[in-house]
């Protein structure tokens, strides 16, 4: 299971009998102050897995524009008016649904990212030398308990590539776009939810 579960869920599900917490007896690769899975799934858990529905995570771009600050809350870092027009269409889209998808934001220097997140201010783009490897990507993805998510990207090709190295089948609505039909896009999802 990933880092990302909460111990009270992780007992909770112990008790149901999907998962079983991971002791340094039962695996002693795992040290007492990794990010380690603290739980793993059971037979049963696994079997039940296969009929639950997938995450949904709605990506955005960081983007060139930024705080001033040195470091920020990645909600505060990113300034630009692409990034807050797709986090605003995001935000609607999440509305629009059942309110259970997750909105991160893909960094093209830190990779997935949570509001929250203090990060220090950098200059790089998704392409570039630099950019954050599908390696780190897929083991943020697995800690975050959204390797298997639905995804969709609100973001241009670029970002929407390097997304693709963990989910090769996602979404992504701006295919053949000019940034002008992206930008028109992202209004009429945030412009229908008001």
Known sequence: MPPSLADAEGYALTELGLVEPIT???CARFGPLTRA???????????????EPLP???LVPCSAAKSDAPIAA??????GSYHVAARRAAAAAVAAGDGSARVLTLSAKFGLLLD??????????AGEDGTV???VLARQAHLLGVSAARVTVFAGK????LARTIWPSLQHPLVGMGIGEHLAFFASLYRTSL
Not at 37 to 51: C, H, K, S, W
Not at 116 to 125: F, T, V, W
């Open 133 to 135: 490897s599908p390696q």
């Open 56 to 58: 949904e995570v709605l």
């Open 158 to 161: 670029a970002y929407a590539d």
């Open 37 to 51: 899975p603290r739980f793993r799934a059971t037979p049963a858990g696994r079997t039940r897995m296969r009929f």
């Open 116 to 125: 929250g997140d203090r990060i220090l201010r950098y200059d790089l783009r």
């Open 74 to 79: 990645a909600r505060d870092m990113y300034v």
């Open 24 to 26: 340094a007896e039962t």
